[in-house]
């Protein structure tokens, strides 16, 4: 081999272990200040952008205390176009987990389960005039976005139809009001 060969091989092994193991505090020293809105403060950010966590307090009414947010961004799911991460969100009063996509072939969100304290929700329940006590169980969510897209010659606005492997059917046209 030539030595250039050599180097081009080494730079882009060293490219990729830079990319593949970037820390997440690193990025949030960049991207801090565009969230400043945000009704938290951070406090650690830890692990990869890949997969990592950020230790936070919230502040406001709703729910407000420590929150630990702790993400896994599917790496190999980039390569079909897809971008796909796993969330999971711990507070005093919560426990939710789930996961999400956006792609090629749609966006939503998958698995969304978890358990919240009633005490969380009694704002919400106490203005339908019920009461909870105890915790409230989220059992397994999952909702799909389905992308619209234009038929062609026509100029009629379809909406395609998604199967389980990721393959849109035949779009069916939607009903125009008048």
């Not at 505090?25 to 200040?33: E, M």
């Not at 929150?67 to 896994?72: F, I």
């Not at 976005?145 to 492997?165: E, K, L, Y």
């Amino acid at each position: 081999m030539k030595t250039r060969s050599l180097i081009l091989i080494g730079l882009l092994s060293c490219l990729f272990f830079v990319v593949a193991l970037l820390p997440a505090s690193l990025v949030w020293r960049f991207v801090g200040n565009s969230f400043s809105g945000l009704p938290l403060t951070v406090e650690t950010v830890g692990g990869t952008v890949w997969n990592g966590f950020l230790q936070t307090r919230v502040q406001g009414a709703i729910a407000p205390g420590p929150l630990l947010v702790q993400w896994n961004l599917r790496a190999l799911r980039l390569l079909m176009g897809e971008v796909a991460l796993d969330l999971k969100f711990e507070g005093g009063q919560y426990r939710l987990q789930c996961g999400g996509y956006w792609g090629l072939w749609g966006k939503g969100i998958a698995d969304l389960n978890g358990d919240v304290q009633a005490a969380l929700l009694e704002q919400a329940l106490g203005d339908m005039g019920v009461s909870a006590g105890g915790a409230v169980k989220v059992v397994p969510l999952q909702h799909g976005f389905i992308q619209p897209a234009i038929g062609q010659g026509d100029r009629t606005p379809h909406t395609g139809q998604q199967t389980r492997a990721g393959r849109r059917r035949d779009p069916a046209p939607i009903e125009q009001q008048s």
